[in-house]
């Protein structure tokens, strides 16, 4: 009898733990909606959000109050500001380029650096790292590349392995956390062919590379899809740039 009652005793102090154990962090659309309104990305309200369609894709990738982000090549920062409203003042923003794209890009990085000095951005960090391969000084929640996961096996890029930064990636996210990768659509069965004459990659080929990393596929958004793209012309073309067709991948690594 008294074994049995210690074992009721455990039993009670175990489930009395979880109840007092926090809920998971969920997606709230509430706080996407209000980075988006942030008053400093009217510019990008006006000119870009109705071709890139962040609301959608945040949502989609599922970014959170107190994520830590890491936004693989970041441009001028697009996401960069509205990641760093999303995630709020005790999740952080990691704004990271390899260097042997920063010197072709030097204008982007230090608008982030002013970015990360404003201490409205407070939440931001910048850097330049010296290898392709990539690095995070923390655990991540999400790995995001736009755009740019293309340009890995190129010639400006030392011919990078796109394989070592999904590699790369899984080791740097959490268990459950999120690899995001957003590109510009080749056609099927093109693979890596049109990765530097046409800065387009075969979907197919980036489902390959991450799966074989050890990531989950987890599904993928249309939000960014256009029929009119032949997928055979290069994306700066005038008939199609800011136009493409592109694929949104959200990859998963499992929590076990």
């Not at 009395?16 to 510019?43: N, V």
């Not at 970041?74 to 003042?89: A, C, L, Q």
């Not at 991540?140 to 293309?150: E, G, I, K, R």
Request: hydrophobic share 40%.
């Amino acid at each position: 009898m008294r074994q049995i009652g210690l074992a009721v005793a455990v039993a009670a102090l175990f489930v009395g733990g979880c109840q007092k154990a926090e809920p998971a962090r969920q997606f709230s659309r509430a706080a996407l909606d209000e980075a988006l309104a942030d008053a400093a990305r009217k510019q990008d309200r006006d000119t870009a959000d109705a071709r890139r369609k962040p609301g959608p894709l945040i949502e989609f990738a599922g970014v959170k109050s107190s994520d830590k982000v890491l936004d693989l090549i970041p441009g001028s920062g697009y996401w960069t500001r509205i990641f760093s409203k999303t995630v709020g003042p005790q999740g952080k923003i990691y704004a990271v380029w390899p260097q042997a794209y920063a010197r072709m890009a030097m204008g982007d990085v230090q608008k982030l650096r002013q970015l990360s000095a404003d201490k409205y951005y407070g939440n931001v960090v910048v850097e330049v790292q010296p290898t392709t391969r990539l690095t995070a000084p923390e655990p991540l929640d999400v790995v995001w590349t736009s755009q740019n996961f293309h340009d890995y096996p190129d010639e400006f890029m030392g011919k990078g392995d796109p394989s070592a930064l999904a590699r790369d990636a899984f080791k740097l996210l959490k268990p459950g956390g999120t690899f995001m990768v957003i590109d510009h659509r080749a056609k099927a069965g093109r693979g890596l062919a049109d990765t530097d004459t046409l800065h387009r990659i075969d979907p197919a080929k980036v489902r390959e590379i991450a799966e074989a990393a050890g990531f989950r596929f987890a599904g993928e958004s249309n939000a960014l899809e256009n029929p009119a793209d032949p997928l055979d012309i290069p994306v700066f073309d005038k008939s199609i740039r800011g136009h493409t067709s592109q694929f949104a991948y959200k990859f998963v690594k499992p929590a076990s």
